[in-house]
């Protein structure tokens, strides 16, 4: 497809186990975001990309999360040993370049019990 | 500390009639600014952008108005349709900065037919 996606859709897990949510960009997009919206809260940076580097990690909330991006295209955001806390929806954009305007996936909904 | 205020966390506007969205920010290093709207269950959709050059930036029916020295912006549907309820997020960012959008968190507007 045209757009960014994201996988899996849902993902429910129990509290200290590992997980890895995927974001594939559009294609030629050089800049990629990770996003985190809890409920009832706004959209809160986690971390960007531009090609395979991460110029901004400004946002993860702890040692527990860690993203990467391979070959300037498919990114990963693991959430070591989640906490309950960690339940939200986990959304992906992408631009072509930093200032370009953002495309976002339709997200991950990450619930742990 | 919030960077981006949305202070209605909901708006109800009949069908046809004008819904203004407002959004505040106190970094007065911001000079690029967009809304996105949501719906339930889908990513954030780019609608409209302004830079701090400009006043003002249209786009059919929704308008985005910028005063600089009031730190607000504001977005204007008009007529507003039923179509258009969903959550609308204002962002702001550096521009050379690039990629450190800041989001507000978000007002649900529902139009009602």
């Known amino acids: 497809g045209a757009g960014v996606s994201q996988s899996p859709s849902n993902k429910v897990t129990e509290k200290g186990k590992d997980v890895e949510l995927r974001c594939d960009p559009i294609s030629g997009h050089t800049a990629l975001y990770w996003y985190r919206q809890s409920l009832g809260q706004g959209l809160e940076f986690l971390i960007y990309f531009q090609g395979n580097s991460a110029p901004d990690k400004s946002g993860l909330p702890s040692d527990r999360f860690s993203a990467e991006r391979t070959g300037g295209s498919v990114s990963t955001l693991t959430i070591q040993r989640t906490q309950q806390e960690d339940s939200a929806v986990y959304l992906c954009?992408?631009?072509?370049?930093?200032?370009?305007?953002?495309?976002f996936g339709p997200g991950t909904r990450l619930l742990v019990l | 500390d919030q960077q981006v205020k949305q202070n209605s966390p909901s708006l109800s506007v009949q069908e046809g009639r004008i819904s203004i969205l407002n959004c505040d920010y106190t970094?007065?290093?911001?000079?690029?600014f967009l809304w996105y709207k949501k719906y339930p269950a889908e990513g954030p959709t780019f609608l409209i952008s302004?830079?701090?050059?400009?006043d003002k930036n249209e786009d059919g029916r929704f308008t985005v108005f910028l005063n600089k020295s009031a730190k607000h912006l504001s977005l204007h549907i008009v007529p507003s349709q039923p179509g258009d309820s969903a959550v609308y997020f204002c962002?702001?960012?550096?521009?050379?900065?690039?990629?450190?959008?800041?989001f507000g968190p978000g007002t649900r507007l529902s139009v009602l037919p």
């Open positions: 970094n007065s290093m911001f000079d690029y």
């Open positions: 962002a702001a960012s550096v521009y050379i900065y690039g990629q450190n959008f800041v």
């Open positions: 954009a992408s631009s072509l370049a930093p200032q370009e305007t953002q495309y």
């Open positions: 302004i830079s701090s050059i400009k």
